[in-house]
């Protein structure tokens, strides 16, 4: 079956640690996004990629790094230096010529 | 720049009952539009699109949507809802050659018997 996975669903992390979120898409999709979902606020746009070896940071990458070395993959560090990172993660894909965005199961991170 | 509003952050609908949810957005052009539904601790799934044509599409799970250009609206419809509509739904606008999408902040639904 075609789609995305992310993994852990569930993930927990003492604060000061970085912590690397999966996400793999089987679409062959070129273009990969991140979310944050924060109660009551929406979607927020972390960082997202159009091809392999390239990416932009959307309204809130302080914090985060990505990496896409593959196009079936694209993970999401949350490092050190974000300040709140506990949320639920949300990634999508979306492919070549087509504007909707087909989204992962989620991954909720919580540090303490 | 973009902008999507949905004024309701919370309905409560009685099981049977017809349903609208409201969606404005500010964009200059002919924008594409999605709604999406979330279930709790859930990735988010389409419910359909609009990318131009025919202004009322239909999607899954027997919600519709219309395009209103003159209100900058593409409310969400359905006739009568069953309790498993109960979920959180999103509006989401993007444009030709962008490849960001933007999102409401949604609007939860809950169902009473």
């Known amino acids: 079956d075609g789609g995305i996975t992310q993994s852990p669903k569930y993930l927990f992390r003492k604060e000061g640690q970085n912590v690397t979120l999966s996400c793999e898409q089987n679409?062959?999709?070129?273009?990969m996004y991140w979310y944050r979902q924060d109660p009551g606020q929406g979607l927020r746009l972390i960082y997202y990629?159009?091809?392999?070896?390239?990416?932009q940071k959307g309204d809130i990458a302080e914090g985060y790094s990505v990496s896409r070395e593959k196009k079936e993959s694209f993970p999401l560090t949350v490092t050190s230096a974000q300040k709140n990172p506990t949320a639920f993660y949300l990634c999508a894909s979306r492919g070549a010529w087509r504007g909707e965005q087909y989204f992962g199961p989620g991954t909720r991170l919580t540090v303490t | 720049a973009q902008s999507v509003t949905q004024p309701d952050i919370h309905i409560t609908v009685s099981e049977g009952a017809s349903l609208e949810l409201r969606c404005n957005y500010s964009?200059?052009?002919?924008?594409?539009l999605f709604w999406y539904v979330q279930s709790p601790g859930q990735g988010l799934q389409l419910l359909l699109k609009?990318?131009?044509?025919?202004?009322l599409v239909q999607g899954i799970k027997g919600f519709e949507a219309e395009f209103k250009r003159s209100q900058s609206s593409f409310n969400l419809r359905k006739p009568s809802v069953h309790w498993s509509d109960a979920a959180e739904y999103f509006c989401?606008?993007?444009?030709?050659?962008?490849?960001?999408?933007?999102f409401g902040t949604g609007t939860r639904l809950t169902i009473i018997p």
């Open positions: 989401a606008v993007g444009e030709r050659g962008n490849e960001k999408l933007t």
């Open positions: 679409l062959n999709h070129d273009a």
């Open positions: 990629s159009q091809i392999v070896n390239d990416f």
């Open positions: 964009y200059g052009a002919t924008p594409y």
């Open positions: 609009y990318f131009s044509g025919d202004t």
